[in-house]
């Protein structure tokens, strides 16, 4: 994203900006009564690697092939095609989750496909396709959305579509080189309206980024979310992570030579641990 525009107009617009993001984090840490989302529409999205060695705090950040699921809007980052998938390689006891996706962006334009899919879990196999598509619309603005289809499972034929529309809304700002901030507004299958809202911003210093997630659900669905993290680039090629997702803590390390990056993770859930793996392809 290109900036153009005085001095004087950026800061203004960052000001405003950070006032209401900060205003969001202020409301996380107010009381909330605990609820649990269905697995299928689980925040945070545990999409990803790298986002989740950062706390799953991504929505701002958004740069990479995963940005179809965490905020589509943040496609147009980058010219050409991204190919990526995920596999949880430890524990798969509990449960498998091996999201898979590609992206393409051309001059301001993006679009995306990604298939979601979880085994072993309580509620069958929960098998979601995505369809996005972004578009700058401002030097500092781009916008986004995803139509989210499940898939039914067992079956004898291949499922483009699928059943069960939902919808997601993304909004990237970036007023200056260092410093983004998002907005996911995410539907629920056989729901009406929008059922939460993802507020993120991220700020790069140096070789250090930044990033917090608040997420904040609407309706039944009544538990804040925070999140946070961290990446360093501690080489050229190699990519440090650590981050809070909401309750548990998170750990990543990133190998990014040329065409590819390889990432790992590690999340510290309740009485165990999840260990993931990603690549991503570039073209």
Not at 11 to 29: I, P, W
Not at 206 to 212: D, G, P, T, Y
Request: glycine share 10%; hydrophobic share 40%; charged share 20%.
């Amino acid at each position: 994203m290109k900036f153009k525009g005085s001095t004087h107009y950026v800061l203004s617009f960052t000001f405003y900006v950070s006032r209401f993001t900060f205003l969001g984090l202020f409301l996380a840490v107010s009381p909330v009564f605990a609820s649990v989302f269905p697995f299928e529409a689980a925040r945070p999205l545990y999409v990803g690697a790298r986002a989740l060695g950062m706390g799953n705090a991504f929505t701002a950040v958004a740069d990479d092939a995963t940005a179809g699921f965490w905020n589509p809007a943040g496609l147009i980052q980058w010219q050409g095609v991204k190919l990526f998938g995920v596999n949880k390689f430890h524990d798969r006891s509990d449960y498998g989750f091996d999201p898979k996706g590609i992206g393409y962006a051309y001059r301001g334009y993006g679009l995306f496909w990604g298939n979601k899919i979880a085994l072993g879990v309580e509620s069958g196999t929960p098998d979601f396709n995505y369809y996005s598509i972004a578009h700058q619309i401002h030097p500092y603005v781009a916008v986004g959305a995803s139509l989210k289809f499940k898939r039914k499972h067992p079956s004898d034929y291949y499922q483009f579509f699928g059943h069960s529309p939902s919808y997601d809304l993304a909004l990237l700002v970036k007023p200056r080189s260092d410093l983004r901030f998002g907005l996911l507004a995410g539907h629920l299958p056989g729901e009406r309206g929008i059922r939460w809202l993802t507020l993120g911003t991220a700020y790069q210093w140096k070789n250090l980024l930044f990033a917090v997630d608040l997420m904040v659900p609407r309706g039944p669905l009544n538990e804040t979310g925070l999140y946070y993290g961290i990446e360093w680039t501690a080489q050229r090629f190699v990519r440090v992570r650590g981050g809070r997702s909401d309750q548990w803590w998170t750990l990543g390390l990133g190998f990014d030579w040329r065409w590819i990056r390889v990432d790992y993770a590690r999340i510290y859930e309740p009485d165990f641990a999840s260990d993931f793996i990603s690549a991503e392809l570039r073209f």
